[in-house]
């Protein structure tokens, strides 16, 4: 499903250079749960972005459903990425004036998808999410846990291969967050969804099916829920 090779990323900023990824290989499965933890600054988002075509690494190559997006135009990132990409942000990335359905209509009117059969499916959506009664009701009215929920199903109108979520808990107290995460492990469940999730929190990463520690740029460990040493790493955190 997604293939990461020898994928490196700088930054130039006048005469200095920061290699922030140093050579990344990474392979996940179609419908796997992954989490991605590490210290600030160890290089998890950039890869975030750079499986998202957000961004295009240094050098190597990032194969989606077989195809290379690395060596992709910026309109053919695009494209790819209203096909096959959902995104869900920290900041729910909402426009606050719009309405709910507005709001998760938006990708829909951005590649002119737009049709009753697809009105259907947000309504669907409401539904699914937990905001059934609520599409009429503008953005900057509801609670954080409901933008979330709202940026969720914006995520999931195209029915996308991949999931993207960059901290998606962070705003969010305990009991929301554990809605947030049931409702994205729903959704991996159910529909076979690919979930690739950066986040700081542990009790987040607990819900994946694997766990891709980051260090200084670099995979440094790669714990699977079925291993041995899982419960004792998990363990380790919440102590």
Do not use: C, W
Not at 161 to 188: C, Q, S, W, Y
Not at 217 to 229: L, P
Request: net charge negative; aromatic share 6%.
């Amino acid at each position: 499903m997604i293939e990461v090779k020898n994928v490196k990323k700088e930054f130039i900023q006048g005469q200095e250079t920061t290699q922030v990824l140093k050579g990344i290989d990474l392979n996940i499965g179609e419908g796997e749960f992954v989490a991605i933890m590490g210290p600030s600054g160890s290089g998890k988002s950039t890869l975030l972005q750079l499986l998202g075509g957000l961004d295009l690494p240094s050098e190597g190559d990032i194969y989606i459903n077989q195809t290379n997006v690395s060596t992709m135009t910026e309109k053919e990132r695009t494209l790819f990425r209203r096909k096959y990409m959902g995104f869900i942000f920290q900041n729910y990335q909402l426009l606050p004036t719009l309405t709910v359905e507005e709001n998760i209509a938006f990708p829909l009117h951005a590649d002119g998808s737009l049709t009753k059969e697809k009105n259907s499916i947000i309504l669907d959506l409401l539904d699914s999410v937990g905001l059934k009664g609520l599409g009429r009701k503008r953005a900057n009215l509801l609670s954080g846990g409901q933008q979330q929920r709202v940026a969720i199903a914006r995520a999931l109108v195209n029915h996308p291969a991949v999931l993207l979520a960059d901290e998606p808990t962070g705003n969010l107290d305990r009991h929301k967050a554990e809605e947030i995460l049931a409702l994205m492990l729903r959704f991996n469940r159910e529909s076979n969804q690919t979930i690739i999730m950066v986040t700081h929190d542990i009790f987040a990463a607990g819900f994946a099916d694997r766990i891709i520690l980051f260090k200084d740029g670099m995979i440094d460990q790669v714990i699977a829920r079925k291993d041995d040493d899982y419960a004792k790493y998990m363990a380790n955190f919440m102590a």
